[in-house]
């Protein structure tokens, strides 16, 4: 859908998404297997913890390093 040339929006572009997925011209969204959606949603999760201990350990050390 990305690479047809026309206006992009959403009330214009409907019809014409209606009309090619009528006559079977649009391929479906790709959804992987449960267990890679699982090993993503663990991955993004540790990505998360990892920000969130490194965030926090760079506030200790800002704090140990305050001017008196």
């Known amino acids: 859908m990305k690479a047809l040339p026309g206006h992009k929006t959403d009330r214009l572009d409907a019809p014409r998404i209606a009309e090619l997925l009528q006559y079977g011209l649009l391929r479906p ?30 506030r200790i050390h800002r704090c140990w390093n305050w001017p008196m």
């Open 29 to 58: 969204s790709f959804v992987p297997p449960s267990e890679i959606r699982e090993l993503r949603d663990l991955v993004r999760r540790r990505v998360h913890l990892v920000a969130d201990r490194n965030r926090i350990s760079n």
